[in-house]
C-alpha cells in the first residue's frame, strides 16, 4: 500500500480486505473501558476541510485522538489560502511544521491526488472527499458494516459475496456511491444502481454494476439498500422534476418499507432528509436500519486507516 | 517468540532450523505443572487470579497452565489474551500490526493478573503488556510466567515462574510448543 489514500482503485483487494481485518481491532479497542491506545503517540495529523462535514471531521478526529496522535485543526476560513496562498504552497508550510499527515475534503475532484502527488512520500495524504470523485473511508465503513451485520466480523477474508445491494439516488454526483461500488465489488457483492437517468453518471459502461430506472422492480431482490442524499441544488438544476416526485420513484416511503423482507438492511451516509430518502417512522422505527451503525464503524475504520499508513512501519513501496 | 514475532524479526519470515531440542513434551509437562503448583502457593490458592496470556506465542501455554490449575485444585481460573501491538515502543521502527483478538473477559481491577508467554527475551513485549493492562482496571497485582527465559533483557523486567533458564546467543530463535522446546535459527 502507496502511503497515501485517495481512492480505494488504488489499493489491491488485499489490502482493503487487510484494512477490515485491522478494523476488527479497532472495534474491540473501542470497546474497551478505555478506549484509547498509544500506538501513534508523538505523530500529528493535521485537517483541513475545505467543505462542511460532522461526522467525516469528528469520527477522524475521535480516531486520531484513540490513537493517541496530537490533532492538528487547520482553518481553512482564516488562513493565508484567504490572503491567496495557493494550496499546494500552504500544504508546504504544514508540511515543514512537522505534520506526519493531512486529512483533506475538498469539494474540487481530483485535489487530494493532485496534493497527494505534490508532496512526494511524506505526509501522507488521506482523502476525506473530494468533489464527486472519492471518498474512501466512507466506502470501507460501508463495506465493514455491512460485514459485520451479515458476518459478525469481516475477519481475515471479509466477504460480501452473494450479498446483492442496491444504490439508490443521485449516483452522478455521489463520492459515496462510486467508493461504495468499488469496495462492495471488490468483495465480491453484487451491486445495482438506482437512479432516474439525469442523475446517471456518464461513461457507466465502466462500472461493474447493474444500472435501472425502476426501483419497485429491483427492491424485491436486494439484500441491502444504500439510500444518497438528494442535494437540495440538483433540484434547482432540474434534475429532479420535484420532491414530490423523487419521493414517489426513489424514496424510501413507509410503503415501500412495509413490502421488504424484515433482513433487508438499509444505510443512509447521512446527512439524512428526513421525508425524503427515507420517510420518518422508516427511519425511526425499522429494524435494520444500519445509519448509527456505519457512523459508530467510522471511528474504528479511521483507526484502522490512519494505523496502517503512520504506525504499522510497513515498508513503503 | 511469538508467530508474530518470527515473521517480522530479520531475517523476515524464513525457515526455522532446530539445532537442539531443550525440552521434550513430558518435561514441557511437567514444568507447566510445577509453574502451576507455584502460582497456587504464591497465592494461597486461586481467588482473584486470572490468566492473562499474550498473543501468540502465550496462548497455548495458558491454557494448559488453566487445565493443570484445574486438575490440582478444582478451580476454573478465568483466561483473557492480550494482543500488545499497539502498545509497543517499536511502532514505527518495525513492522507492527495487531493481527491476533483481545479479549479479557473480567474486569482486572483487584484481580491478581498471570500473565502467560511462551518466552521472555528483551522484556519489551512484557513492557508493552503492563501498558495494555491499565486500560483494563488496576490490578491488586501482575506476576509472569514464562516457559523458557533466554536472558537478553533490555528493562528492568524479571518471571516470577519459569520453566527453564536457557542461555542463548541473541540471533538465535526458541521455538516453543507443548510438543517440546527447540533451540535453533532463522534461515532464508
Known sequence: MSN????????????????????????EVSQRPIPKVPA????????????????????????????????????????????????LDTVETIHALGVDALIIRHYSSG??????????????VINAGDGSNAHPTQGLLDAYTLCQHFHG????????????????????????????????????ATVTLVAP???QPPNLE?????????????????????????QNERMKEGLVPSVDEYVQRYGMTETRAADLRDEVVIMHPGPVNRGIEIAETVLDNRK??????????????????????????VEID | MADRERRMTPPYGGVFVARTTVLDAAQVERALTRISHEI?????????????????????????IARSLFKIDGVDVPMGTLDVALYRDDIGLRPVMPEAETDIPVDLSAKIVVLVDDVLFTGRTIRAALDALTDFGRPRSVQLAVVIDRGHRELPIRPDFVGKNLPTRRDEVVDVNPEGVLLGEMRK
Not at chain 1, 497515501?4 to 479497532?26: M, N, P, Q, S
Not at chain 1, 469520527?59 to 488562513?79: C, I, Q
Not at chain 2, 497456587?40 to 494448559?64: F, P, S, W, Y
Request: a negative charge; glycine letters at 8%; charged letters at 25%.
Open chain 1, 40 to 87: 501513534l503517540r508523538g505523530r500529528t495529523i493535521a485537517m483541513l476541510f475545505f467543505e462542511d462535514s460532522t461526522r467525516t471531521r469528528m469520527s477522524f478526529d475521535l480516531a486520531a485522538n484513540r490513537l493517541s496522535a496530537d490533532v492538528l485543526e487547520f482553518p481553512t476560513h482564516t488562513s493565508s489560502l484567504s490572503k491567496g496562498e495557493s494550496i
Open chain 1, 153 to 188: 466480523l469481516a475477519g481475515s477474508d471479509a466477504s460480501l459475496s452473494g450479498i446483492h445491494i442496491g444504490i439508490i439516488g443521485d449516483v452522478k454526483h455521489s463520492r459515496v456511491a462510486r467508493s461504495d461500488v468499488h469496495a462492495y465489488t471488490s468483495l465480491g
Open chain 1, 111 to 124: 485535489l487530494p491526488r493532485k496534493i497527494a502527488d505534490g508532496v512526494g512520500v511524506a505526509p501522507s
Open chain 1, 4 to 27: 497515501h489514500l485517495i481512492d480505494l482503485k488504488d489499493l489491491e483487494t488485499g489490502e482493503i480486505k487487510e484494512l477490515l481485518y485491522l478494523t476488527d481491532r479497532f472495534v
Open chain 2, 40 to 64: 497456587i502457593e504464591r497465592n494461597q490458592g486461586l481467588e482473584d487470579v486470572v490468566l492473562v496470556a499474550l498473543q501468540t506465542g502465550g496462548v497455548k501455554i495458558a491454557r494448559l
Open chain 1, 288 to 313: 435494520n436500519v444500519l445509519i448509527k451503525q456505519q457512523v459508530t464503524n467510522g471511528v474504528p475504520v479511521r483507526m484502522a486507516v490512519l494505523f496502517r499508513l503512520l504506525g504499522s512501519g
Open chain 1, 197 to 199: 437517468e439525469s442523475l
Open chain 1, 206 to 230: 465502466d462500472w461493474p454494476v447493474e444500472i435501472c430506472e425502476d426501483l419497485d422492480s429491483v427492491l424485491p431482490t436486494f439484500d441491502a439498500v444504500g439510500l444518497l442524499r438528494i
